[in-house]
């Protein structure tokens, strides 16, 4: 299992596997239950979500798997509310250093709340940490992302999901550290020249998301508003207590696990996320879900491209003080809180492509169980295998996220229940 700790792997599965052959299968036989478009009975928290959407969640309590009952334009089965004033969200350097500083330190105060008891672990990812109690709202974000990691990437949870947790994100913000801004979005297509000194590596402490760490500090920033250094540093608890950890790796393709999966295990990460890249699946597969999600996902495509590139945290590589028992993946990576920055811009894309083609916008396809383990099972089942997803799924929650929140209900950012664009 060691074996796993030299690797800069993006899925937990991955890892996993490769050190566990039939781990992979006890995922699946827990992916089977949770596919169940009927799941996520469990506590209807909604805590952390706002008001923009209590009342598509109240009327959204039947779930069926009728497609009869999805309404013309994929729109929210349940919107009550229209969205007349969507916000903005906008790309990080656009923003004024006030605006910059009041959204670093709601994230700080996020980290500040309370770890909710309502928190359950489903167990669809093995081998995960216990919860811990005497950790933050935050850390409990983390927690979701580790225990859901096998449902939620390469299947077809892996777009909607994380809109749905974006959205969670930004409302706690909003709704419980007063922030009253958009969640902002990090176009990493500009950084992909010099990304070890890209500007988006600001060590200001009031308006910067810090710079690097060093070996000597097992990668810890030290500078910006979330680093040790500052007055009011940002801490988180899973696996271990540590601080943000960030490890520039220009090659984080050497060594991969599942080289299978790659095309060029020499590969510099910063020529997976250009411009270019992105166009090559934003602007083509024109009413085809599967193959546009498939170039975004790819390891050595935008979104896995920036996880590993960045190292360390956002990679989900474990902490030097981490339990022997910590498997690393994509499990832990939003303990970076750019992971939030970097999968609006993730969404973004989605958002662009679907807003490029009339028959893109309600364009929706995917399995529930990821297939990782050969390359004909990822070529057969880039999106997961069945049983099928649908846009009447209802989305896994683990007792914090909004409850009964379909598919559907985001496949519009401007559908009712979500409100917002991009510019
Ligand atoms: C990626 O980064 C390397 C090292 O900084 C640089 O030489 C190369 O030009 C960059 N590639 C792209 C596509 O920007
Ligand atoms: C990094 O970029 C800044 C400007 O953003 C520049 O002043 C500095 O010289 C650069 N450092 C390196 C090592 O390239
Ligand atoms: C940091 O990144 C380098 C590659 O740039 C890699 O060799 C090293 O193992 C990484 N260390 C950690 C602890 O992530
Ligand atoms: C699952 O969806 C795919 C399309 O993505 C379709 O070809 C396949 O027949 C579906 N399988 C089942 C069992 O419904």
Redesign the pocket.
Known sequence: MRFATLLSVVLCATSLAAAFPSAGILARQDDDTSADTTADTSADTSADDGTVSDSSASSASVSTTSVSAIRPGCAPQAATRACTNPTVRKEWRTLSNAQKQSFLTAVKCYGTLPHSSSLVKTGSTPDIPPINPASSAYDDMVYVHIDLNHQIHSTGWFFPWHRFYLHTYEQTLKNKCGYTGPLPYWDWTQD?????NASIWDSNHNHGVGTWGTATNDYQITDGAWGTANPSPFYLNYPSHHAIRRNFT?QPYLNFPRPYLLTNSAQ?A??TF?QAMVDASVQHYTGDYKGFQKSFQDYQGPHAGVHLMVGADLTGLCPGNAPASCIPGETWSPNDPLFFMHHARVDKAWYDWQNRNAANKCAFEGGSVQMLDSLADYDEYPLGAPPNLSLNSVFPTDGILQSNVHIQDVMDTKGGYLCYTYQ
């Open positions: 992909t020249a010099n990304f070890l220009l510099y910063n020529e250009t």
